[in-house]
Each structure stands twice: as C-alpha cells, then as structure tokens.
C-alpha cells in the first residue's frame, strides 16, 4: 500500500510544479509518511536541466515544510497532551514517537528545533512538542523555516548529483529512496555528532555550575 501511495506521492510533486512541492513537503511535515526524497532530488534534477528555477524550487520547499510543521504545532497546542498520548498512535503518533520528541527538544530548547529538521523521525515530529510546551510560534516558524529550507536545499543539491549520475533512478521511486539516503548517510551522522557534542556542552556546563554552587 505504502509502495503504491509513494509512486502516486512522486507522480503529484512532478506534475503540479512548485505548488507540487510546496504541498508534499507540508505533508512531509506532518504524520503523512511522504518521503522528502521522492520530492527534492527530483525537482533539484529538474532545475539542472533548465525545467524549474533551483531557488524557487528551495522556497518552495522550504515554505512547505514550514507549513506543515505549524500545522502540527497548532494541533498540539489546540488538542493538548492527553489527547495525543491517548489518539496518537491513531495518527501515527504513538507514545514512544512523542515522547522521543519531547525529550529532544527537551535537551535542545530553540536549537533542537533547527537540528532536527536536518535528522529523520524526529524531523516530522517537533512541531507536536514545540506546540505542547507553548514554543514561542514566531520563533518556532522563523527557525523551523531556516532549518528546512536548508534541509531541502542539500536533498535538492545531492539529488540532482545522484540522479545526474543515475537517470533511471526517476522511474523507481523505491530505488531513489535508497540511493539519496546512502549519498546522505555521511550528512546525518555530521548532524547527529553535533547534537551529540551539544548534549556533552550542556552536561558539562551545568555539572560545572552545581560543582560551583
């Protein structure tokens, strides 16, 4: 079914153009599992070959994804907590996802917000957490905007890379998946090191307070 959906999901963000890809990457955003890598690759590959205009191709990404998240955001802060952990996983949002959410932004605060619009899982889940815990909503639009616009810009990038190098891989979604994944793996474990390395600052800065005090 899923495999089906995504050859339908990849046919709309070639066919509807800019509005195209503003309205996957909003559903991207969300707890629709539309793969952002049936959507930026292609059309980055596209404005290569002189079909679409690489920037507006990167806003309207960018926009989408932002979109998408204030959705979320705006659901959470409208539903409230109980509501998700009690109707989440009927929304393909189990307690475990949310809790996972939760304690990401938990450790990260504002800055989370932008690292995880660059990592997977968490990525499609913030705006439900930023939304539970009354995040700024400018704020959270501003840097969810930042981080996925750039997020979009590198998929654009290394897609058109990757499908320059592999013309058939736009008549195989699944297969196009799996090859901008592989050519990103290094890019993610960069993001995920950082956060690490955030983690370790924030731990050791406040051991060193409570030592002090």
């Not at 539903?79 to 990260?108: I, M, S, T």
């Not at 605060?109 to 990525?123: D, M, T």
């Not at 539970?132 to 897609?159: E, H, M, N, Q, Y």
């Amino acid at each position: 079914m899923l495999h089906e959906l995504i050859k339908v999901w990849f046919e709309w963000s070639r066919q509807m153009g800019y509005w195209g890809i503003f309205f996957m990457m909003a559903l991207e955003s969300t707890i629709v599992p539309v793969p952002s890598e049936i959507v930026m690759p292609p059309a980055g590959y596209w404005a290569e070959q002189g079909q679409m205009n690489i920037w507006l191709v990167i806003l309207a990404g960018g926009l989408g994804s932002t979109f998408g998240s204030a959705l979320c955001y705006l659901f959470s802060y409208t539903v409230g907590r109980a509501f998700l952990l009690r109707y989440g996983k009927w929304l393909l949002l189990p307690p475990e996802r949310l809790d996972l959410a939760e304690r990401w932004l938990a450790q990260f605060a504002l800055g989370g917000i932008f690292l995880s619009r660059l990592l997977p899982v968490v990525r499609h889940l913030i705006g439900f957490p930023a939304g539970l815990i009354r995040v700024a909503f400018l704020k959270f639009l501003v840097i969810t905007f930042a981080g996925s616009t750039l997020w979009c810009g590198i998929l654009a990038w290394f897609g058109a890379r990757t499908i320059g190098q592999q013309p058939g891989l736009l008549d195989d979604p699944d297969l196009l998946i799996r090859a901008v994944k592989s050519n990103l793996l290094w890019f993610v474990l960069l993001v995920a090191g950082l956060g690490a390395g955030w983690i370790f600052v924030q731990w050791f800065g406040k051991r060193g307070k409570v030592a002090a005090a």
